[in-house]
């Protein structure tokens, strides 16, 4: 080789990893997302007058149908959400129980059983006033319900919807 000519070059490869390939969503997220889009579709079908309306007896449809762990925790979470924030519109947000203000979501339970998870999770959105500094929590594991626990979730969906 002379002083003028380049040495070949190979393509980069990055160094120690090989191929990985991408196995997609689980059946779960794939059946939250078929749910969301029924969801979509329904909603644009309901007049204004009824949606509120229909958003209350879908939550409570498909509360029923969760299993006896589920429900329980649902149901009363529906109730403290309804007694704590009564300007929030029940609606189903990806196949699950959700609370929402101006069309937004606000807060969301979700059962262990949709995610086959060992605890459901009792979720607020970014629409929710719960900022505090830079770092704060989001979501909560719920395994059951007492009397403190209630308090709390009481301050959390009065200081979101605050």
């Known amino acids: 080789m002379t002083s003028t000519q380049k040495p070949a ?3 980069a490869r990055k160094s120690g990893t090989a191929e990985k390939s991408f196995a997609g969503f ?3 997220e ?5 749910d969301h889009a029924k969801e979509l579709k329904a909603s644009a079908r309901r007049s204004p007058r009824t949606a509120k309306a229909d958003g209350e007896s879908d939550v409570l449809a498909k509360i029923a149908e969760m299993e006896d762990a589920d429900r329980v925790l649902a149901e009363r979470l ?3 959400v309804r007694a704590a924030a009564p ?3 029940p609606k189903l947000w990806y196949g699950m129980p959700a609370y929402a203000r101006d069309g937004k979501v606000v807060c969301f339970f979700q059962s262990a059983r949709k995610f086959k998870s060992r605890y459901a999770t009792l979720g607020f959105s ?3 006033n719960l900022d505090d500094g830079t770092l704060w929590p989001t979501s909560y594991a719920l395994t059951g319900l007492t009397a403190g626990t209630e308090a709390q979730i009481i301050a959390l969906i009065e200081r979101a919807t605050g």
């Open 9 to 11: 070059q190979t393509p």
């Open 26 to 28: 689980t059946a779960e």
């Open 30 to 34: 794939r059946e939250a997302m078929k």
């Open 78 to 80: 529906h109730e403290i």
């Open 87 to 89: 300007q929030l519109t």
């Open 126 to 128: 970014d629409q929710a």
